[in-house]
């Protein structure tokens, strides 16, 4: 059993009497009224093994000895209110399905660290809770992680994982960075080489790029169609949208190796080019043809009928202009066009797929680099870049998601000193990350309310594996999830010597999952990388 202040993310209220209230053991039963069945299924699958229970579904609403899950339309969809009652009774009632959902989450916490386990460890598995009620409300309604699969691909599998530790921390927003130079990692049926050719790389760039080290065993794959559905079907149930990126104009070269046409052929043999071995920005970059808008057309509609996500994120960063500037079809097209430079042509690229996901019910979602050469209309921003990009955005009308480097790329190393594997970035601890905050300071209230949330983006450069993953994203998405879902008072202001000891049980809880976070102390012998460069950034992160 676990103490309600040992919640992770903090709820917005606790209050009992705090005594024997609910004993769950095999004659406890699961009441669902409808809207409710993909929680009380979830518990079932989840609680059911770690207690090795039956949970049997009951029509009787008011059986005791049981679990209730009821909707309150009164209360915000992602609201929810759990009754521990004293009649051994546990209720949970969310003003929506996902709200139901979240309780049950609270639940499983509440029932202890071996509710995270996938069998029981005890030879009598019961678990008790005391009477108490908690009712919570989530701060923002976009709370999310990024999750770079082409530098290295991440197997369905361990997608799916990492779907279920998203929910459990109450995150409901996967970004899914499906394309890159490194990797074209989703089938489209009408252009199978994006998968044949695009999907593979002869060898990887072991370190930063100006490391003098590589891995020479080829690297590569991709999601099948079903696949994708099994993933986005998987999300649903635990009421996360899975939001798409294929990145253009920039970050391309795995779509051109597969398909040469693509690229600025005057100027560049690119049929010459393979799917990049190495990491930084790309200097090869889509051609402005009404040849590549059609088949970037063909691509989005397969996309489309994959993933219902309302969001479409298309990239727009990091997007080199020599080319087009080298080129002279891409200067006669800006002509044709009346534009004045080439940032100008970027920003024709983007607000194509803004008018083209707009006419089929969908929005553009984009890096902050889609502000330059002005902002699509309807389009949201991710703001990267620090916080300058989505105040401009949000200002200027437009919605926002805050994904500051310099404070949520987990990525970015964790500690100073060369213990830390292949060190990148700014570091960011623990607490770091939990005095983030998503909304800038002096921001308008009409600009803040276009603030739809924020996330946390993991780019895999250096990450070759779900271990190494595992070590930059937690603990620290376990501190994002509360600055992202719970009612935080100012970043200096808040309690992290509290947090600090709720981590202790929550620790617990990831040792459960088999998590293979980075300990407190520091990384094990086996998660160093001695040797190996990374690019360790000097001084203090700037704010904006």
Not at 336 to 363: C, I, P, Y
Request: proline content about 8%.
């Amino acid at each position: 059993m676990t103490h309600p202040m040992d919640l992770i993310p903090a709820p917005l209220s606790v209050g009992g009497p705090y005594r024997c209230g609910f004993l769950l053991d095999r004659r406890t039963t699961l009441y669902a009224a409808p809207g409710t069945e993909d929680t009380e299924r979830w518990l079932r699958t989840t609680l059911g093994a770690a207690f090795a229970l039956p949970l049997r579904s009951t029509d009787d609403e008011n059986a005791t000895n049981g679990v209730r899950l009821r909707i309150d339309d009164t209360l915000a969809p992602e609201a929810y209110r759990l009754d521990v009652l004293t009649n051994r009774v546990a209720v949970i009632t969310g003003g929506g399905p996902a709200g139901v959902f979240w309780g049950a989450q609270t639940l499983r916490q509440l029932l202890g660290p071996e509710a995270f386990r996938k069998a029981p460890v005890k030879e009598e598995p019961v678990a008790a809770l005391v009477a108490q009620t908690i009712e919570d409300a989530p701060r923002f309604g976009w709370r999310g992680l990024m999750l770079d699969v082409s530098r290295h691909f991440t197997a369905k599998d361990d997608v799916l994982r990492l779907l279920d530790l998203l929910a459990a921390h109450k995150l409901n927003v996967f970004h899914f960075h499906l394309t890159d130079d490194q990797g074209w990692r989703i089938e489209i049926e009408r252009h199978p080489r994006l998968t044949e050719v695009g999907s593979w790389r002869a060898r990887s760039k072991w370190g930063h790029r100006a490391s003098p080290l590589w891995t020479d065993t080829p690297h590569g794959g991709f999601y099948t169609r079903d696949d994708i559905r099994e993933i986005v079907a998987y999300a649903a149930e635990r009421h996360i949208t899975v939001v798409p990126e294929i990145d253009l104009p920039g970050h391309s070269q795995a779509a051109i190796a597969a398909y040469p046409e693509l690229g600025n052929t005057d100027v560049v043999d690119t049929a010459a080019l393979t799917v990049w071995d190495t990491w930084g920005v790309n200097p090869n970059v889509l051609a402005p043809t009404e040849q590549v808008l059609r088949f970037y057309e063909g691509v989005f509609e397969e996309v489309l009928e994959l993933f219902p996500s309302p969001f479409v994120h298309v990239g727009g960063d990091e997007c080199p202009k020599d080319q087009w500037k080298a080129s002279p079809a891409a200067q006669a097209r800006m002509r044709e066009l009346g534009l004045a430079d080439e940032d100008g042509l970027q920003s024709w690229f983007v607000r194509h797929f803004d008018r083209w996901l707009t006419a089929r019910g969908r929005r553009l979602i984009g890096w902050d680099e889609i502000l330059e050469g002005g902002l699509a209309e309807g389009a949201a921003v991710s703001s990267w870049r620090g916080y300058a990009g989505g105040i401009a955005a949000a200002e200027a009308g437009h919605d926002v998601v805050m994904c500051p480097e310099q404070h949520v790329y987990l990525d970015h190393r964790q500690a100073p000193g060369e213990d830390e594997p292949m060190p990148i970035g700014y570091v960011r601890t623990l607490e770091d990350v939990y005095r983030f905050e998503p909304v800038p300071p002096g921001l308008s209230a009409e600009a803040a309310a276009h603030i739809l949330g924020t996330q946390a983006n993991v780019w895999t450069e250096v990450m070759e594996n779900r271990s190494r993953v595992d070590y930059q994203v937690f603990p620290r998405l376990a501190a994002f999830a509360e600055v992202a879902w719970s009612a935080l008072p100012a970043p200096e202001e808040r309690d992290y010597t509290g947090f600090e000891r709720r981590m202790d049980t929550h620790y617990r809880r990831l040792d459960a999952l088999g998590v293979d976070y980075r300990p407190p102390a520091g990384p094990l012998p086996r998660q160093r990388r001695p040797g190996v460069l990374g690019r360790p950034l000097e001084g203090t992160p700037p704010n904006v």
